[in-house]
């Protein structure tokens, strides 16, 4: 009901920056939270950021003072500013987005496709 599709993810070198984009689009009713996540080979998935609804923020530590997170509610997307990458950064990026679809009951949670973020050393 509810679809999610990332873009901005690619190869960078070591102290680069990259922006990842997630817009929604479907049948929404509204959306709540936004988040990005990523995982790593061998590793489970984990959270990398978050915006509530009012535009608060959380962070993992491993990223606070290089990545930030926003919103655009007028076109549904969140953005994941990425900078001063580090090769540890490397993982798969999914989108995560806690939305009431109109065609479905209660709150549920959307993925994107995911977007594959390489940082080279």
């Known amino acids: 009901q509810v679809q999610l599709v990332e873009s901005g993810g690619g190869l960078v070198q070591a102290g680069g920056s990259l922006r990842l984009s997630c817009a929604a689009s479907g049948s929404i009713f509204s959306i709540n939270a936004m988040a990005w996540y990523r995982q790593v080979t061998g590793k489970q998935r984990e959270s990398v950021a978050v915006?509530?609804?009012?535009?608060?923020?959380m962070y993992a530590d491993s990223v606070k003072g290089r990545f930030t997170i926003s919103r655009d509610n007028a076109k549904n997307t969140v953005i994941l500013q990425m900078n001063n990458l580090k090769p540890e950064d490397t993982a798969v990026y999914y989108c995560?987005?806690?939305?009431?679809?109109?065609?479905?009951?209660?709150?549920?949670?959307?993925w994107g496709q995911g977007t594959q973020v390489t940082v080279s050393s």
């Open positions: 995560n987005v806690v939305a009431t679809s109109t065609m479905a009951a209660g709150t549920r949670y959307y």
């Open positions: 915006i509530t609804s009012d535009g608060r923020t």
